[in-house]
C-alpha cells in the first residue's frame, strides 16, 4: 500500500501565498512523477504541477510564475513533494488532491492523496 498525505490548504486573501506539502510512504517501486491536480466546483480535475524523479517541473499555463514545485525529497522512508502558491487568485479556489506515478511491480500505477481545500477570497 502507498499513503499520500496532504497539508498545508487553507483560507487565503487574494494575492496571499500558501505552501502544500505531499508526503508519500509505503511500498513504492520507483517514482516516476509526483504533482498536484486541483478540481473547483463544476470543474473537471486538471494538472497544476508535476516534477519528475529527475527534478523536472510543468505547470499549466494559468499558475505558471506563480506556483513553483520542488523536488522530491526523500528522508525517513518518506517521499515529499513541496507546491508554493504565490499571488493567489480567486480562480485558484480548489481542492488540491496530491498524486504519484509510480512504477510499479507490474506496471505503473497512480496513487491519489485525499485531497486539501484551498480558499482564494477577493
Known amino acids: 500500500q502507498v499513503q499520500l498525505v496532504e497539508s498545508g490548504g487553507g483560507l487565503v486573501q487574494a494575492g496571499g501565498s500558501l505552501r502544500l506539502s505531499c508526503a508519500a510512504s509505503?511500498?513504492?517501486?520507483?517514482?516516476?512523477?509526483m504533482g498536484w491536480y486541483r478540481q473547483a466546483p463544476g470543474k473537471q480535475r486538471e494538472l497544476v504541477a508535476t516534477?519528475?524523479?529527475?527534478?523536472?517541473?510543468?505547470?499549466?499555463d494559468s499558475v505558471r510564475g506563480r506556483f513553483v514545485i520542488s523536488p522530491i525529497s526523500r528522508d525517513n522512508a518518506k517521499n515529499t513533494v513541496y507546491l508554493q502558491m504565490n499571488s493567489l487568485k480567486s480562480e485558484d479556489t480548489a481542492v488540491y488532491f496530491c498524486?504519484?506515478?509510480?512504477?510499479?511491480?507490474?506496471?505503473?500505477?497512480?496513487?491519489w492523496g485525499q485531497g486539501t481545500q484551498v480558499t482564494v477570497s477577493s
Open positions: 509505503g511500498s513504492i517501486f520507483g517514482i516516476i512523477a
Open positions: 516534477v519528475t524523479s529527475g527534478g523536472t517541473a510543468n505547470y499549466v
Open positions: 498524486y504519484l506515478n509510480d512504477r510499479g511491480y507490474t506496471g505503473t500505477r497512480i496513487y
